[in-house]
Every structure is written in C-alpha cells, then in structure tokens.
C-alpha cells in the first residue's frame, strides 16, 4: 500500500517533468530552425543581445566587468575577457571560469567550463553552418545534436539526442515551400509528438486533431504598402486567430491574438518609442501588461511590468549608457524602492 501511495505522488511530477523536458526539446530545435545555428553561441557573444561584439571592438574594449547584486546586499562580480575580434575569450565567474576557441574567425568551436561545473561543448560545422554539437559532463558525453539542411541553405532535419545514454532522441523535419515551412513534424522515440500543417488544408489526408496543428496564413495588402498577416491555428480542436500589422519596409508595429468567439490572448503594439504589451485571461480579462520605451538611438531605456490581481503590483527596469553609447547600468525597481542593479565596467 505505502508503495501504491508513493506511485501515485510520484507519477504526475514525473509525468509533468516529461512533459516539460519534450517542450523544452521542442522549443530548443525550433530555435535551430529559427536562427540557422545554435542560439547558444549567439548569446554568448552578444552579452544576452545588450552589447554586441562589434560594438566592443568598434570601441577598443578588451574586457568587461559586470558588478551586480542587490540593494543593501553585497555585491558579486564577472568579467570577460575578450579577443581582438571584440569576441569573449574567457567568462570569470566567482566559482568557475568558461573558455572558448573559435574556427574562421568567429564561429565557436570549444566552449569549455571549469571550477565547480565541469562541462565541454564541441561544435562542428558545414558551409559555416552548425552541424553537430555535443556535450560532455565529467568526460562522459551528454548530448548530442545533429543538424541537416535544404539546398537554400534551411533547417531540414535536427536530432537531439540526451538521457542515460543518450537513449532518450528528439526529432524535427521540416518541408519547404517556395523558400517557405509547409509542414513540420516533432517526434520523441520514433514516435510522431505533433505536425504542424501551414498549408490551410489537409488535402484530403486524415488528420489526428491530437497531433496535427493547421495553420493557414492569408495577407491583407494595403494601397500605402503596409500588410496584415492574418493566421488561423487550429490545435487540439481549438481556433485561434493572430494578425500582425507591418509598415511599407515590413517592420512589426502591432500584432495580437484572439479566440474564435471573440476574447482577447495577447496584444502588442508600437506608438512612436514606446511599445505595449498586454496579456489576458481565459476570460479576455486584463492579466498582465508591459510597456518598453526606448530612446532615439532605438536603445532600450526602460521597461514597466504591470501585474496582479487589480494590476497593483508593478516592476520597473532602467537602462542607462556611457559617453560612447555602451550599457552602463541596469536597475530594477519593485513597489517604487530598488531591489536590483548591474553596474557594467569597460576597460
């Protein structure tokens, strides 16, 4: 009996954990797809998208220290060291440090940490594209990925490989048209996960509403150049409909989502330096809501979330920069009084 009940409390975090190991497998190979590379070694060199390596180099820097901690709180520090294309040589951390080596000048090759985390990425690429990474942890290979590509140079085929033995694989094919995804499908173990269909219709195929996600796009063209992007998925028998505004110059400027019968998702939308965000129940009630502004050299200089039950809890994030337009600071602020802050030293 003690054995049944202990079944039964582990079984759904199992369950749930599974569950979030296939979405986040999903999520990591479409990003693949997305950005034709490891999204990693990106992030690793544009410091989280806030500094690029270029603006580094354009401006002579060699290393950055980053001070962050808390209000009131002591404060702890890391430093990059970087290389002479304004690339991260080597990330300083309190208890480990992470190393890089790159092929070509720029694509990451090694990335290798130690102190408290051992671990090792290896990469591997064709025509300056990722085609194999793998990871190893206390010299025993983790992972592996595997990555394939159309003619035009597109994501076909990606392969995770993870678990004991690496026994546990994930899969994502992907079918072009005219430059354009048409179909894609998702299997964990041989075993099919989900297919999204952008085709509009099945073309007579039987499909499986459990597995089988639809997705017909229609674009709504205006006199002045600007379009709508209209699109209609349908998944696990639910219909929801997004539509996304863009200027002549197809720039984003508004976008949202929206339930057949009418009840709001999600919202986003840009006026002048300011864009805002907003989230909503299964109600089409007001959940969240985020405001970014910007200044005129498009940099970002603060971000407002607004939260709760009567939207009363609100968090503040600002950004100031140097003389040479680099990051300075970050600070974050909840209910008005500061609760955290990075301070970013250049030399």
């Known amino acids: 009996m003690k054995s049944l009940l202990l079944f039964l409390f582990i079984a759904p975090a199992f369950v749930f954990a599974q569950k979030h190991k296939d979405n986040q497998a999903k999520y990591y190979l479409n990003r693949l797809q997305h950005f034709g590379r490891d999204i990693e070694t990106v992030d690793f060199n544009h410091f989280a998208g806030e500094i690029t390596s270029e603006q580094l180099k354009d401006n002579g820097v060699r290393s950055v220290t980053v001070q962050r901690g808390r209000s009131g709180k002591s404060k702890t520090f890391v430093r990059y060291a970087l290389n002479d294309r304004g690339l991260i040589d080597k990330i300083e951390h309190p208890k480990d440090t992470i190393s890089y080596s790159y092929i070509q000048d720029s694509l990451v090759e090694t990335v290798k940490i130690t102190g408290k985390t051992e671990k090792v990425f290896e990469y591997e690429y064709q025509n300056g594209f990722l085609k194999k990474k793998e990871v190893f942890e206390k010299n025993r290979l983790s992972s592996r990925l595997f990555l394939d590509y159309s003619e035009d140079q597109k994501v076909s085929f ?31 173990n041989d075993r ?81 330096k300011t864009r805002t965000s907003k989230n909503y129940d299964s109600k089409g009630k007001l959940r969240s809501q985020s405001v970014v502004v910007y200044d005129e050299s498009d940099r970002l200089v603060e971000t407002t979330y607004t939260f709760g039950k009567k939207q009363k809890r609100t968090s503040v994030m600002k950004y100031t920069y140097n003389d040479e337009g680099l990051l300075a600071s970050k600070t974050s602020f909840y209910k008005g009084e500061e609760s955290y802050f990075r301070n970013y030293i250049y030399e």
């Open 158 to 188: 990606s392969l995770l490989q993870s678990g004991r033995k690496l026994k546990t694989s994930y899969s994502m094919n992907y079918e072009y048209e005219n430059g354009k995804v048409r179909r894609q499908q998702f299997i964990k």
């Open 192 to 272: 099919i996960v989900r297919t999204w269909d952008y085709s509009c219709e099945p073309k007579g195929q039987r499909v499986d509403e459990k597995t089988t996600s639809t997705l017909c796009k229609v674009v709504e063209e205006n006199n002045d150049g600007s379009y709508v992007v209209h699109i209609r998925k349908v998944e696990n028998g639910e219909v929801l409909l997004y539509s996304h505004s863009y200027t002549k110059d197809s720039v984003n400027y508004a976008s949202a989502c929206e339930k057949e019968t009418g009840e709001l998702v999600w919202t986003t939308e840009k006026q002048g």
